[in-house]
């Protein structure tokens, strides 16, 4: 069965400092994993994704992630974090192998960015 | 463009009472999908259609019932409010079910039922 954790329910980080947001997963298949954000009373935005290839990964926003296998992590990374990063955060996986597979979520992180 | 629409964006019911969320995608996508979150549980899928004429059941089903319309539309009915069914409510569609392409959120129903 597919599984998806987000370790810290929130991160606390100053303005310009660099952020990581830990996400693991445990998939049969091949992972497909995916972060996304979501601001107050709005829905989930697509940040990035690693399918294949290369570990790092860039998003939107000036937001990467680093695919490491053996870990099965994908933990989300900016080098300087903004005020407006602030914001809860999902990371999901789906089994890459199955074309039926579902997306499962993390509870979620929420990322405090403070001036 | 609009992307995913969803309807009401607020509601409140008495437990008991029935009511339908609507979700409309304008993005030619094949597959859609109703989810619910609640605090600290991330989003649970509650029913998903892969392509227009089919839907399936996801990981908490009970109490709801899905209709998909037509390819852009896709309702979930509660048909017996339960105070449990408190909770934001989100559509979202896909190119094709299991690709490599992301889900687009709508912006949410926030559900009271008291």
């Known amino acids: 069965a597919q599984s998806v954790a987000q370790p810290e329910d929130q991160v606390n980080v100053a303005e310009g400092n660099p952020l990581t947001v830990k996400c693991t997963y445990s998939?049969?298949?091949?992972?497909?994993l995916f972060w996304y954000v979501q601001y107050p009373n709005r829905g989930l935005q697509f940040l990035l994704k690693y399918i294949t290839g290369d570990n790092l990964v860039k998003g939107s926003y000036g937001f990467e992630a680093e695919f490491n296998k053996s870990q099965t992590s994908f933990h989300l990374k900016k080098p300087s974090a903004l005020v407006s990063d602030s914001a809860l955060y999902f990371c999901?996986?789906?089994?890459?192998?199955?074309?039926?597979?579902?997306?499962?979520f993390g509870q979620g992180t929420t990322l405090q960015v403070k001036p | 463009n609009a992307g995913v629409t969803q309807t009401p964006k607020f509601q409140v019911l008495k437990t008991g009472q029935s009511m339908t969320l609507q979700c409309a995608q304008d993005?030619?996508?094949?597959?859609m999908y109703w989810y619910r979150q609640d605090p600290g549980m991330g989003l649970r899928l509650i029913y998903y259609?892969?392509?227009?004429?089919?839907?399936d059941k996801g990981e908490v089903p009970n109490g709801y019932n899905v209709s998909r319309l037509n390819k852009r539309e896709f309702s979930l009915r509660l048909e017996s409010a339960a105070p449990s069914q408190t909770s934001v409510y989100f559509c979202?569609?896909?190119?094709?079910?299991?690709?490599?392409?992301?889900?687009?959120f709508g912006d949410g129903t926030r559900l009271s039922i008291l």
């Open positions: 998939v049969s298949g091949n992972p497909y």
């Open positions: 993005m030619n996508h094949n597959s």
């Open positions: 259609s892969a392509s227009e004429g089919t839907t």
């Open positions: 979202a569609s896909s190119k094709v079910l299991g690709s490599n392409q992301p889900q687009h």
């Open positions: 999901a996986v789906r089994d890459g192998s199955s074309n039926t597979g579902k997306l499962i």
